[in-house]
Nanobody, 127 residues
Framework: QLQVAESGGGSVETGGSLTLSCTAS?????TAWFRQAPGKEREGVAA????????????ADSVKGRFTISHGQGDGKDMVSLEMNDLNPDDSAMYYC???????????????????WGQGTQVTVSS
């Protein structure tokens, strides 16, 4: 069974940076980050299709230019990172990583269903 785990949340001041990491227990080629603040709906943040030499990313308009999603290796495992810069209080939320096998780039977007979700990691940005 595919399992996903996040790490890297924390508290920063406005303008600060954080990097979140996501690892999966089995092979995946599509990973995304979502966030949900109290009283708000879950929002897609960024997605990445990562298969061999192909990497395709997409972002929510609210984070374009500030967040970067990437795929690489960490501790010998495939890892997807979300580098978050120029953070502001509106970015405060529980951040969730989700992963799946999509096989096609076109099936790896923020609007598709994801099979596996992590427990979430809290990001808090103070003004």
């Amino acid at each position: 069974q595919l399992q996903v785990a996040e790490s890297g949340g924390g508290s920063v001041e406005t303008g600060g940076s954080l990097t979140l990491s996501c690892t999966a227990s089995l092979y995946t080629d599509c990973t995304a980050w979502f966030r949900q603040a109290p009283g708000k709906e879950r929002e897609g943040v960024a997605a990445i299709f990562h298969f061999k030499d192909t990497t395709t990313t997409s972002y929510a308009d609210s984070v374009k230019g500030r967040f970067t999603i990437s795929h690489g290796q960490g501790d010998g495992k495939d890892m997807v990172s979300l580098e978050m810069n120029d953070l502001n209080p509106d970015d405060s939320a529980m951040y969730y990583c989700a992963a799946k096998v999509s096989l096609l780039e076109s099936l790896c977007t923020l609007s598709v269903d994801f099979r596996a979700w992590g427990q979430g990691t809290q990001v808090t940005v103070s003004s």
